[in-house]
């Protein structure tokens, strides 16, 4: 840890010293993924897995990242995790889900066996071994530090890392509002990208990629030259809509959103209830009016649909008025919720070498109590360019390889800095100097309070974290 922060952040690799320009070999530089790996990820908190994943006493899962394996596993304490390694002479116990039965974790090397709380229950020929170095602290299951929020446990080999919540800063009240511990799984699909972990998540940092990338929903979105400061004849103008022009388009454009995404951020039910409302009583020559007259409905009719299917929903309308939120909520340092109504979408991307990744995309849902439903336990796996997901991330996955192998070509990849109440690339300036900050060694403090500030959303411009 430096207390000579100018100095400390002087020599980082490929450090960013204008906010505006990030150096392209941050994406594809081996040294620079070492550094990453070394001194960032080791005291990061990172999302291990969904609590519903394990339900019952005894499930397990595995969470990888890099050459660590933590085994997540439900003990009566709750989900706890543990390092994934016998402590004989370090054979992998597990290496999917998996329910804990009577043997517990047996070894298949020596059999060595742990039960459901990680305590050892068995070594073969015990007397082999001097006391000293199988005292019961040296031979259970090593602990994982595990916290927990929006209904996932979070894990960091850091000790003496800030709190969860407290390396989470606002974002978590944020969230807490509008109940993502509530969240359940609808569907989890996963697949391995061959683009860096940091420019896989790049392209859910900002909104300035949809007129291009995903047209159909920009032309359905509601004075959308104006909101670049555009002046482009062949892009639609929607300002001129009347009252009930304006509810059918925002009708289609949610309906869009639903469809792209596979029901995920807005929920089948959702749209069944929206339907009802494309022949709202507005006025006609106010498309403000319209506007605000539609989005109060729709959060009164929401909510009241879901607490008469027994979901335990929020006050959609109360929190929508008083709580900010961002259409995508970015976690340092891999973790998106991605809100609208009651229900939200959840990505989870983690590196895998310089120029591959893991992409994760969950649907979520607030369900009724009890209601039947089969819940994943791991993800559907799917090819990249897999016409199985949804529209909108399979229009973002046709980008993204390309994109890495054109990085190649850069010295810098530009950032827009954005304009009050405009969009934004801030974000990621944001986030990949915290990681600078990380790589330098900066205390623990300073990094706490630059992770509360990247949390900021997607439409973030470019923000002072501090360093």
């Not at 430096?2 to 040294?31: M, Q, S, W």
């Not at 199985?388 to 850069?410: A, M, T």
Request: charged residues 25%; aromatic residues 12%; glycine residues 8%.
């Amino acid at each position: 840890m430096t207390t000579d922060t100018p100095a400390a952040l002087g020599k980082v690799l490929f450090r960013i010293a204008n906010p505006e320009l990030i150096p392209a070999e941050r994406y594809y530089d081996p040294e620079f993924f070492e550094l990453e790996k070394k001194q960032m990820w080791p005291h990061a908190w990172q999302m291990a897995c969904r609590l519903e994943e394990l339900p019952e006493l005894g499930d397990y899962t595995v969470y990888d990242i890099f050459d660590k394996s933590v085994l997540m596993i439900h003990t009566s304490e709750g989900v706890k995790g543990f390092l994934n390694a016998c402590r004989h002479r370090g054979v992998k116990l597990a290496h999917g889900p998996g329910k804990c039965g009577s043997e517990g974790f047996v070894c298949p090397f020596h059999g060595w066996r742990w039960n459901g709380e990680g305590e050892n229950t068995f070594v073969f020929g015990k007397r082999i071994f001097s006391e000293e170095i199988i005292t019961r602290a040296q031979i259970d299951l090593a602990r994982v530090r595990t916290e927990y929020w929006a209904g996932c446990a979070f894990i960091n080999f850091d000790d003496d890392a800030p709190s969860l919540r407290d390396s989470l800063g606002p974002v978590a009240e944020r969230m807490d509002a509008r109940h993502a511990d509530k969240l359940k799984m609808d569907w989890w699909c996963g697949t391995v990208l061959p683009t860096n972990w940091k420019l896989a998540m790049e392209a859910f940092m900002e909104s300035y990629h949809v007129m291009q990338t995903h047209r159909q929903l920009y032309d359905l979105t509601p004075n959308a030259t104006h909101h670049y400061g555009r002046n482009v004849d062949d892009l639609p103008v929607n300002e001129d809509l009347n009252g009930p022009e304006t509810v059918e388009q925002m009708f289609r454009f949610i309906e869009n959103i639903h469809d792209g995404m596979g029901g995920g951020i807005v929920h089948e039910t959702e749209v069944a209830v929206l339907e009802r409302l494309r022949t709202l009583d507005v006025p006609q020559d106010d498309a403000a009016i319209a506007t605000q007259t539609f989005y109060t409905q729709a959060w009164q009719d929401i909510e009241a649909d879901m607490r008469t299917r027994g979901a335990d929903a929020f006050e959609l309308a109360k929190v929508s008025q008083e709580v900010e939120f961002n259409a995508v909520e970015f976690m340092f340092p891999h973790f998106f919720l991605l809100p609208m109504f009651e229900a939200m979408a959840s990505y989870r991307i983690r590196p895998l070498t310089p120029e591959t990744c893991l992409f994760e995309i969950w649907s979520l849902v607030i369900r009724p109590d009890g209601e039947p439903f089969d819940t994943p336990v791991e993800p559907t796996m799917l090819p990249y360019n897999s016409q199985d997901f949804p529209e909108i991330p399979r229009q973002d996955y046709s980008n993204l390889p390309i994109q890495q192998l054109g990085l190649h070509n850069l010295d810098y990849l530009r950032i827009g800095k954005g304009f009050q109440g405009g969009d934004s690339e801030g974000l990621i300036s944001n986030y990949q100097r915290v990681i600078d900050g990380f790589i330098a060694g900066l205390d623990k403090e300073t990094l706490r309070k630059a992770q509360n500030v990247a949390n900021s959303g997607f439409q973030s411009t470019i923000l002072d974290i501090g360093f």
